[in-house]
């Protein structure tokens, strides 16, 4: 759900910041810091307020990482000034579902976060929108604030983030409210976390898709 917050000088109560890969050495790839550096460019707009680092890595990756996205992220942030003393780290995600399953964890122990800021890959946002409203519930807004990605990754990724949001909505047509049931709903049917049969044939397909975009 998207809405403006007004009469306010920050755009929201808390920032969210989701993860865009890392390198297994820790290196963190270039769609996080276009994250990151488009946050620094606006810091002014969420003065002393939360900020969730989500990410642990990609899903794919047969080998993960020294460091957990949402630890270099911090890493990166604290460099460049930010108070870490602001900073929660959400440390178990894979994807934007469990992204959202596990930022929300978080969330839910601070009754004043009511209105989020959500940061990600302007090709990114549709998909990550829905799936954040849709898991938070509607006691929850977002302010969305994509990062320019370029208009070629755009068009590269429109028709894999249209399979990935079908995907989702499917996964969540029925989600549960709380949060505890959320992980278990990760643990029982979603492709990383989950070695059901289902599970896998998912996992299958949409690795054969990624792969065509990556070619």
Known sequence: MRNNKTNN???A?????LGGGIAKKGALLGNTKERL???????????SIPIVLSGRCNGFMKEKPLVTEAEAMKAFLVRKGIDSEHIYLEKQSLDTI?????SRQIVDQH???KWIALITSDYHMERALWIFSRIFGSSYRFNSFPASSGGLIQEKRKDYELYLLDIAKKFLANVPTDSNELVKLLRKRHPFYSRSKEARM????????KRKISA
């Open 111 to 113: 009754q004043d976060w």
């Open 13 to 17: 109560d808390a920032v969210i910041i």
């Open 9 to 11: 000088s920050n755009a």
């Open 98 to 102: 469990s992204n959202a399953v596990f």
């Open 37 to 47: 550096n488009f946050f620094l460019r606006i810091k002014k707009k969420f003065i």
């Open 202 to 209: 998912l996992l299958k397909e949409i690795g054969e898709r």
